[in-house]
Every structure is written in C-alpha cells, then in structure tokens.
C-alpha cells in the first residue's frame, strides 16, 4: 500500500506541475517573478547553489550538489563553478565558451555531465527551477522571443529583465499563419526538462564520420512533407530534432568531442560565441545552452598542437578533471560502486579498501622537490593527517611544484575490477587488506598498456601499502590488548605527568610510599617519549606543551587523561606495548595455546568484533598475522 500511496502522490505531484496559459499570462509571472526566464547558464548555478554550499576551515566552498557522487575533486569543483558558472550565471563573457572537461579515463567526467544532466531534470520540476516554453515548440523556446526587437528595449526598462534570441523558423511561421502577429494570444506552457524524452537535454557521441550525418546535430529534412508544403525551406518540412535542437534551454552533452569529424565542430564556433547555428535552408537559428564535452590529455593535446583548430580553441574554457589524490575520498569511491553491486553481503575487513585506495594514490603522486617529504608523507599531507616536521600549511606549494598531478597513474576501474575479482573468489564471504594487495598485484600481468618499468614501481607501491597495513594490525591488535590493561595504562600516564611536573617546576617527585622527595625520573620519561621520536633536544618543549595543555583543561573544569592528547596516547600505548610484547606474542603465535590464552584471544577478538569493525573471520586472521610479524 505504502508504494501505491507514493504513486497517487507522484501523479499529484505532475499534475500539479502542469500549468497552461497565454503570453499575456506568462508576462504577469514574469512581473512577479523575473528568474523564471533565467538563460541555461544561470539555471545551473542556481540549481547547484540551492543544493547547499559549505566552507571549510579555509574559506573553500564545498557544493553539496556534487558530494552525492564526486570525491576529493573539491579543488576542481569550486573552480568550475566559480570562474565557469557563476559568471556565466552573470553575462559575462565566459558564457560563450565551451566547456570542455579534461582528464584520465575514469576520472569522474562522464559521472559530472550525468550529475548536471540529472540535477537539471530535478530542478526543472522545483518552483524555483521552472522554465516554460511557447506551446509546441521543437525547441521548447523561451516566449519573450516573441517580442519584436523594436520593443525589447522598452521591455527591458519595465521588467528589468534581458530578452535575447530570435523566433525558432516553426514558432515564426505560426505567429503569423494561427495568430495573426498577436503575440499575447500565443499559447505557452511548462516544460519539465527530460533526457529520455529529449526536453532541454541532448547528448551527442561521434561515431564513424563517413556514415555520421549533420542531421543528428541540427535535425533534418522531412522528405515525406515536401510535396505538401512544397519547398525544403517551409519549417513545416523540417524536422527540428538534432541535438542542438533539443538541448536548447538546457545542456548538451558532446561526448569526446575531439575525436569528431571537423564538420561537426564547425556548427560549434557560432553556437558558443553568437548563441545561434545554422540548420537547413534557414536562417541562423538562436539556442541558448550550455555545451560540456570531455576528452583525455593525449588527445587534448593532439587537437591544440593543430593550428587549423585555433578558432575553437580560443572558445573553450578546460577544465582539468584529475584522480583524486586522498585516500580517505578514494575510499568513499569504492565503496560507492561496491554499494551498487550485488556483492554488499561480502564483509570487507577494516584497512581493505584502504589498502588500495593507498596503492592508487601512490602511483598518481609525483615526487615533491622537498628533500624531506617523500611519497608517504605526501599522501598523508594529501589526506589531512599530520606528519612530524611538516606543516599543513606546506601542503598549498606542494600542490603548485606539480599543477598537472593526478592526470596519470591507477585508474578506479582497474582498482574496482580487481577488488571484484577479490570479492568473487572470497569463500569465507569475507575479504582482508591481504586479499585486496594480493589481487592488485597479480592483475598486474594482465593489465595491457603496464609496461615493465611501470609493473616494477607499481609493486613497490603494493609493498609500501602492505608496510602501511602491517603498522595498523600492529595498532589494533595493541589497543585490543591494551584495553584488558587499561589500568594500568592510567598508571603509566599518571606517573609519567608526575615526573614531567617536576621536570618543568624543577621540584621532585614525592615517593607514595616513603614520602622521601626523589629527582624526575628521566629514563622513565625518556622511555616514553622516545616511542613517537622525540628527541633529547625536543623532550623540554614537548613537556612544556603538555603541562600547558593539562592547564587549559583545568581552567576550563575539564579533566586530563591520556585520551584527550593523540601524541601521548599513542606513545603510551607504544611503551604499553613494547612492555606486553611477549605475552602478546606467545598469545598470537602459539600453536597449541593454552586455556588461559585462548581466553585472552576470544576476548581480543571480541573486542576487535564489537569496537573496530572487523567479524570473527577476519579478526582471527588479523590475530594470527600480527603474530606472524612479531616473531620475524
């Protein structure tokens, strides 16, 4: 019941959407609400905009609308919408430019176009994004075309608003042959934009040239009409169907632009600049819309290196669409495809798909020019992690020695293909970082365009995303284990700040059992700190910052624990750890183990099931593994 209830509601819905009335009707809502004859341009930005925008702590603007779908393109993102839509949105010039999005093969091109393709439909059906058109229009034409250009201009200072475009040739030829020249008797009506029913949104893929017709582009003639109407220039005999016909008031996607024939590119250059083209044995024929086409860098290249194509490629404004390069939004891609597969009863072990989303963005970074930041700390930078001696505000001129990095390198496909090829043969139904690493590389040997050289940098990105995935198994098997010593974690701590107290009030320690005074205890400070590389020159600064942090805590009626200082918890787990090294060894790696250690590993395991994600399968495995690694 509860879905035919929703279908009565998306019945009202239409309904409620259709209106129908005369352009005398239309004026009066244009009086009232002028954004109704917004052109293509400025309804997307509208349209992206009322999705929602966000700022970081930057002051970037992150834009809801493509969040649904695109991952760590948020650089690329803004810049489209703010020097390519928002102007356009304004009249400015950069309106008459193609917009041609440049890229690697799966690096999210096509998913944009579909995303404004689709937010179009979305919003033409919204009040704020309503559009009509004059009543049976091929080209659902905006009706302010039917006000002669004598009047425009006293229209303009009446409804402040600016009227461009001329009469499509069929609405021409009805105003005079139905109407008699009575513009306000015209009928207009709403027009919902529809791909599917090729309404404001066209699409146009190249294919052979030699059987490849205009006529797809620009429509074409009617031969069954001819004897009626008599001339191939009567609109009657035409058929206004091309792409450029149907996409007018919206988009039209032209999918890799540049591998087509010349003579459809020519219609291009006084679309983007003049807003008409040349169709039949018309006139030019005015469109408003927004053209977005897509390529790759090889043949970007190719097309500006011809001096023949310098007239369209000063109409072109490129935007590059790279690979992401965070690890944390390549993750979110995959599970996004994964999510839209059948495999979503698979379990994916914690660090799986992090695994590879290492590997991928690892061979898509270049190497910095800064001596001290290799490719992991890169990566990390990329990915908003702090790294030791390096600033986060290092991360903008980073990105500037390198403007073109992430146009080459894994591609999510092949990625995807292989995690499918993992997920497939799983017969545990359940899939680990292992598994994942394993499956990358194998698929190696199968790729086509890898060469040796290539092979051989890619399997040192597997080996640095296995050590990654060896430091995180080491890291959750030790807070597995370290929460059954949790107190004695607290000791640790406590102890520890006692001692750095006094180190900084240069006091002593007061013995809890003597009560005698006794100097800081140095190797018990040293012991710690030296688990996350604090150095003898560094030790004074670094217990000064948490004497001041415990401050802060007080002043604010906070306790401080060692929770509450990632650093600090991290080294007293580590010293924790070095101290339990053996019991966890003997209990992980043991063949025959013992009642009191299988106790200890169902409750590791128990903890790994209940607090990190991972199932009995894989957290068995996980234990099994750190074993393997602290007895190398």
Partial sequence: MSFLRNLDEYRSARRDREWTGTFADYLEMVRRQPSICQFSHSRIYRMIVAAGVERDENGKRRYRFFSRELFGLDDNLERLVEEYFHPAAHRLDVRKRILLLMGPVSGGKSTLVNLLKRGLEQFSRTEEGALYAIKGCPMQEEPLHLI???????????????VEGELCPVCRLRLEADYGGR??????????????????????SPSDPKSQDISELTGSIDFSTIAEYGAESDPRAYRFDGELNIANRGLMEFQEMLKCDEKFLWNLLSLSQEGNFKAGRFALISADEVIVAHTNEAEYRSFIGNRKNEALISRLFVMRIPYNLSVSEEIRIYEKLIRQSD??????????????????????????????????????LYDREEVEGVHPKDLAELKREHPDEGMSGVDP???????????????????NALDVLRALRDGLDQHPSIEREDRERLLNFIAVARREYDEFARREVQRAFLHSYEESARVLFDNYLDNVEAFCEGIGVRDPITGEELEPDEKLMRTIE???????????????????????????????DYTRHQ???????????????????????????????????????ARLVAD????????GELLRYVGSLLNR
């Fill in 343 to 380: 495999l979503k009863s698979v379990h994916l072990s914690p660090y799986a798909l992090r695994a590879a989303a290492v590997f991928s963005v690892l061979s898509r970074l270049r190497e910095s020019r800064k001596s001290d930041i290799d490719l992991v700390k890169k990566m990390k």
């Fill in 413 to 431: 496909r092949y990625v995807v293909n292989r995690l499918s090829s993992a997920l497939i043969r799983s017969e545990a139904r359940c899939v």
């Fill in 183 to 204: 513009i306000e008797d015209v009928p207009v009506e709403r027009v919902i934009l529809s791909e599917e029913k090729r309404v404001g949104i066209g699409t146009f």
């Fill in 148 to 162: 002669p250009q004598e009047l425009r201009e006293v229209f303009a200072r009446e409804f402040n608003v600016t």
């Fill in 530 to 560: 030296e688990q996350i590389g604090i150095s003898e020159n560094a030790k004074k600064t670094f217990r000064e910052e948490i004497l001041i942090r415990i401050s802060a805590y007080a002043r604010k009626g906070k306790g401080f």
């Fill in 612 to 619: 990190r994600g991972f199932c009995p399968v894989c957290a």
């Fill in 567 to 605: 650093v600090l918890r991290e080294a007293i787990e580590k010293k924790l750890f070095a101290d339990l090294k053996d019991v966890i060894k003997i209990t992980t790696s043991t063949r025959h183990p013992g009642a009191e250690q299988l106790n200890r590993m169902e409750e590791v395991k």
